[in-house]
């Protein structure tokens, strides 16, 4: 899996992002799985692209992610300047589930490595915005 794709998901594009977030302003990182084939995914999707199913549920991502890849970002995008560096990074959570974002900050550089215990949890940004990130489990 490349990094390519970082960054360009964006949430309100989602039908159910306004759901997403007030979950993660309740603290919990949340998404949906198709109750006819059992496939999770992330972001949420609110129809199945595998069996098109609509018949979706919510469940709450849980704590027992591991770390697959990362990259570190030295220079940040316009806007992400004052951001960098700052670690992207593929997590595994649960049944196979794959989430791309943030590692938080608490984590040292050196302590980053693939297969560390993460889990994931939401986080206030300034301007009343939440996202979430990965902290070490
Ligand atoms: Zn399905």
Known sequence: MGFENFGTVNFTTEAKSEEFLSYLDQ???????????????FPP???????LSSDVEWFEIKN???????TVVHYGPSGFE????????IGEFGDGLRIFGRLSKDIEESD???GMGLKIVP???????????????
């Open 123 to 137: 986080v206030k940004l300034p301007d009343d915005r939440i996202t979430y990130e990965f902290k070490q489990a």
């Open 82 to 89: 004052d951001e960098a560096p700052y670690a992207l990074a």
């Open 27 to 41: 603290g919990k990182v949340m998404t949906t799985r198709c109750k006819e084939c059992g496939t999770s995914y």
């Open 112 to 114: 980053i490595k693939s």
């Open 64 to 70: 027992d992610g591991k770390l697959l890849t990362y």
């Open 45 to 51: 999707k609110m129809d199945c692209p595998k069996c």
